[in-house]
């Protein structure tokens, strides 16, 4: 499960690090309203979440069937932004190493 949200911060600094030449700025709002809109446009449901250090909650959605997926950062302060969104997520079973089968 570390490496999960392990990857999870990864893309996230990766998206956050990144500079966007002649795009959007990101779509923000509050979270009850983002989470509504995710749940009822795209079915999506909140299916991991990790702390980052700066105190920002980075949550993974997904549709049940993996169709759509989207990455939220929720700032300390309460505002929600979406910062990246996809097609065909595909939950990994997580490798254990250094044990005997």
Do not use: H
Request: aromatic share 8%; hydrophobic share 45%; net charge negative.
């Amino acid at each position: 499960m570390r490496l999960f949200f392990g990857i999870l911060l990864a893309i996230f600094l990766c998206l956050a690090s990144t500079t966007s030449y002649g795009q959007e700025a990101p779509i923000c709002g509050e979270r009850a309203e983002v989470v509504q809109t995710l749940e009822e446009k795209y079915q999506e449901v909140p299916v991991a979440l990790a702390l980052a250090n700066s105190g920002s909650v980075v949550e993974l959605f997904t549709s049940p069937n993996g169709a759509t997926w989207t990455l939220t950062v929720t700032t300390p302060l309460g505002k929600t932004c979406l910062i990246g969104a996809g097609e065909a997520w595909t939950r990994l079973v997580p490798v254990v190493r250094g044990e005997d089968s």
